[in-house]
């Protein structure tokens, strides 16, 4: 059944190129220091939750990590993806799906979203997310998230978002969540305007 979410977002990708979109980073360098820091070894399992077209495959792939998945809820964001890496599109696992009802097939060391968990405004809607991730996540994995940070834009893509402090995002999460890092980035979208974002990057201790 196609969903609201997953129209509006297969008709952004459709009609837009992924480095074209406001959310775009040619270099996802803090999510990666990030992932690098909670899973070091790079036979460590990894899931970008909400990718799109986002190039941090690329540089798991050149940072030599050899299991990666990838998911998003919009077929073309996933296909400009695979295009974009060609051969090494294999190495990879993708799935199109809604992370809120997604039940994965393994476990993963570290569970990745920029920009996709601030959109689930609804209390019902960010404790399914939080019930899969952590149905996802091995105990003593890692979660790196990042979200539009207090005082940050209030909408993206014309969707209302939440807006995240760390009590706020430990509220939500819950206490098997042990914060180990909190930053701030101003993102420069490709149209010249600062969006705050704020990264937050727990150890699951159930
Ligand atoms: C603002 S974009 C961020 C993309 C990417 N993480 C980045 O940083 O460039 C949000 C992404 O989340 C995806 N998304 C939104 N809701 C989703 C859901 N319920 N399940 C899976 N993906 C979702 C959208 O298709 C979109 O690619």
Not at 80 to 86: D, E, S, T, V, W
Not at 151 to 178: H, W
Request: charged residues 20%.
């Amino acid at each position: 059944m196609t969903t609201d979410g997953q129209r509006h977002w297969t008709d952004v990708y459709q009609n837009r190129a992924t480095d074209a979109v406001s959310w775009y980073q040619a270099d996802p360098h803090l999510s990666l220091a990030l992932i690098q820091k909670a899973v070091p070894e790079t036979t460590a399992a990894v899931l970008d939750v909400g990718a799109g077209g986002s190039v941090l495959v690329d540089r798991l792939l050149d940072a030599g990590y050899s299991d990666i998945s990838v998911l998003d809820i919009a077929a073309p964001a996933l296909a400009q993806a695979k295009a974009r890496l060609g051969g090494r599109a294999s190495k990879v696992r993708w799935y199109e799906a809604d992370v809120t009802a997604f039940t994965p097939p393994q476990q993963y060391d570290l569970w990745h979203d920029r920009a996709a968990f601030h959109f689930l405004t609804e209390d019902a809607a960010q404790q399914r997310y939080v019930a899969h991730l952590r149905a996802a996540l091995k105990p003593g994995g890692a979660l790196v998230i990042a979200t539009f940070a207090v005082g940050g834009p209030e909408k993206c893509s014309g969707l209302d978002i939440v807006q995240y402090d760390t009590m706020r995002m430990q509220t939500v999460l819950g206490s098997a969540f042990i914060l180990r890092e909190h930053h701030e980035e101003n993102h420069e979208t490709p149209g010249g305007s600062i969006q705050k974002f704020a990264y937050f990057l727990f150890r699951y201790q159930p």
